[in-house]
T-cell receptor, first 115, second 112 residues
Framework: DGGITQSPKYLFRKEGQNVTLSCEQN?????MYWYRQDPGQGLRLIYY???????QKGDIAEGYSVSREKKESFPLTVTSAQKNPTAFYLC??????????????FGPGTRLTVT | DAKTTQPPSMDCAEGRAANLPCNHS???????VYWYRQIHSQGPQYIIH???NNETNEMASLIITEDRKSSTLILPHATLRDTAVYYC?????????????FGQGTILTVHP
């Protein structure tokens, strides 16, 4: 089945540790995105990538880093510099053809808890 | 980008049509209306989008007023699985990437 996978579903870390969230897609989409969602809030864009080896900061990139070495993979690292890392993290992908880049396919999300 | 206004919550009886309104009175000529929904603890799901004309797909219909200042998402026969938060989002055509700006949305509860 085509889609986006994120792992793990739940992740627990101690404060001060870096943690990497996985995102893989087999939809052959060019663009990939990372969003963060806090309880009762909408999604906020962290990073996005349109092509391999290129990515851009979104609205809340501070404390996060990404890489795009392969078209199908876009891992997100939450660093110790992120002040409030506990959140629900969502990865998405879309084609870049015309307006279709707004038709984003989302993964199931990773719920990160940092204590 | 223009803002959207949606009611915070709505109820609907199972099997009836759910009509979710969205106000976007300051929409620009090149902004599309997109609808997504998010079932609890899952990733959002794309539903439908439109620019000027009404649109229909297997999930829903989108009615956009002639002046484009408001729109309505219609789920023709709501089921319990349609209970979710529904987001109305404006997306500007011609940009270089697809940033989605999610507001608070409408919590739709479908009851038996």
């Amino acid at each position: 089945d085509g889609g986006i996978t994120q792992s793990p579903k739940y992740l627990f870390r101690k404060e001060g540790q870096n943690v990497t969230l996985s995102c893989e897609q087999n939809l052959n989409h060019d663009a990939m995105y990372w969003y963060r969602q806090d309880p009762g809030q909408g999604l906020r864009l962290i990073y996005y990538s349109q092509i391999v080896n290129d990515f851009q900061k979104g609205d809340i990139a501070e404390g996060y880093s990404v890489s795009r070495e392969k078209k199908e993979s876009f891992p997100l690292t939450v660093t110790s510099a992120q002040k409030n890392p506990t959140a629900f993290y969502l990865c998405a992908s879309s084609p870049l053809a015309g307006i279709a880049y707004y038709e984003q396919y989302f993964g199931p999300g990773t719920r990160l808890t940092v204590t | 980008d223009a803002k959207t206004t949606q009611p915070p919550s709505m109820d609907c009886a199972e099997g009836r049509a759910a009509n979710l309104p969205c106000n976007h009175s300051t929409i620009s000529g090149n902004e599309y209306v997109y609808w997504y929904r998010q079932i609890h603890s899952q990733g959002p799901q794309y539903i439908i989008h439109g620019l000027k004309n009404n649109e229909t797909n297997e999930m829903a219909s989108l009615i956009i007023t002639e002046d484009r200042k408001s729109s309505t998402l219609i789920l023709p026969h709501a089921t319990l699985r349609d209970t979710a938060v529904y987001y109305c989002i404006l997306c500007r055509g011609g940009t270089s990437y697809g940033k989605l700006t999610f507001g608070q949305g409408t919590i739709l509860t479908v009851h038996p």
